[in-house]
């Protein structure tokens, strides 16, 4: 594709339901990275995956996240139960083995 | 750890001026990466430059160009010919483990 896409773009959900937060890569980009991204602040890793596999995921912050990339290209990034602090915009980015990432718009959570 | 600082909140310029925006970095690493990436209002965030720490030579890119001053761990930008539409968050990142710093917000005064 042209770029990183993400959806939604923008979810609202009431605290403790789950959440599904969907990023398509660049056509063809082996990596794979979310962010969460607070408020006035600059994005902070999650997790990142080399086609299929989960290669890091020291950034997520509970148990309650989970990502996967079953097939090596789509990804999703699901928060349970979600609580007020997990209210952040979520940025996913991509790249071909290389140095350099290409991100996504990035999907905005609002936890109420 | 890999950390990076910038230290300027926030930056303002006239139109068609210059402006340099500031960014240190810390990494064990012996190979790295330096990025600026500009995110505007909508969110999107967008590459600006990158520097591979091997490489002397300053990157430039049009308007801007950077400033990486290695034993300094020392990484601004220069923004030459400021335009409207570079209005934007500013980050520094530094890859491995891309980490960004905190963002300089960059206001255009017309």
Not at chain 1, 24 to 34: E, K, N, Q, T, Y
Not at chain 2, 1 to 12: D, H, I, L, R
Not at chain 2, 72 to 82: H, N, Q, T, V, Y
Request: glycine share 6%.
């Amino acid at each position: 594709g042209a770029g990183v896409s993400q959806s939604p773009r923008y979810k609202v959900a009431k605290r403790g339901q789950d959440v599904a937060l969907r990023c398509d890569p660049i056509s063809g980009h082996v990596s794979l990275f979310w962010y969460q991204q607070a408020l006035g602040q600059g994005p902070e890793f999650l997790t990142y995956f080399q086609n299929e596999a989960q290669l890091d995921k020291s950034g997520l912050p509970s148990d309650r996240f989970f990502a996967e990339r079953p097939e090596g290209s789509v990804s999703t990034l699901k928060i349970q139960r979600t609580q007020q602090e997990d209210s952040a915009v979520y940025l996913c980015a991509s790249s071909d083995l290389g140095e350099t990432q290409y991100f996504g718009p990035g999907t905005r959570l609002l936890v109420l | 750890a890999q950390t990076v600082t910038q230290s300027q909140p926030e930056m303002s310029v006239q139109e068609a001026e210059t402006v340099t925006l500031s960014c240190t970095y810390d990494t064990s690493e012996s190979d790295y990466y330096l990025f600026w990436y500009k995110q505007p209002p909508s969110r999107q965030m967008i590459l600006v430059i990158r520097q591979e720490a091997y490489k002397q030579q300053n990157a430039t890119e049009n308007r801007f160009s950077v400033n990486f001053q290695k034993a300094a761990k020392s990484f601004s930008l220069k923004i030459s010919d400021s335009q409207l539409g570079d209005a934007a968050m500013y980050f520094c990142a530094c890859f491995p483990l891309l980490t960004f710093g905190t963002g300089t917000r960059l206001t255009i005064i017309p």
